[in-house]
């Protein structure tokens, strides 16, 4: 069994920062893929960064030179640092964790930034 439990979202003006926090437990294969996706009111479920156990990263266009994604291979934990906040950037943020070609997912923290 898998849980993936997520922390630090919340209320933001444009402009600042937030840091998303999904710590996995359970059965966690070390070769897996941890990331981040992001659903809007009436949008589909976006990929927003994604990082390999072996440290590779890959970003939506949209969040490039603003957020940062990392991860503690230990803990089994990943980070999501989000700076230059947006009021698109509004959406509840799922973590996710890949692995043996499944897909497992937090319960999403919401994230609001306001103009």
């Known amino acids: 069994q898998v849980q993936l439990v997520e922390s630090g979202g919340g209320l933001v003006q444009a402009g600042g920062s937030l840091r998303l926090s999904c710590a996995a437990s359970g059965s966690i294969f070390r070769i897996n893929t941890m990331g981040w996706y992001r659903q809007a009111p009436g949008k589909q479920r976006e990929l927003v960064a994604a990082?390999?156990?072996?440290?590779?990263?890959n970003y939506a266009d949209s969040v490039k030179g603003r957020f940062t994604i990392s991860r503690d291979g230990a803990k089994n934990t990943v980070y999501l640092q989000m700076n230059s906040l947006k009021p698109e950037d509004t959406a509840v943020y799922y973590c996710?964790?890949?692995?043996?070609?499944?897909?497992?997912w937090g319960q999403g923290t919401q994230v609001t930034v306001s103009s």
């Open positions: 996710n964790l890949r692995m043996y070609d499944r897909n497992y």
């Open positions: 990082i390999t156990s072996g440290g590779s990263t």
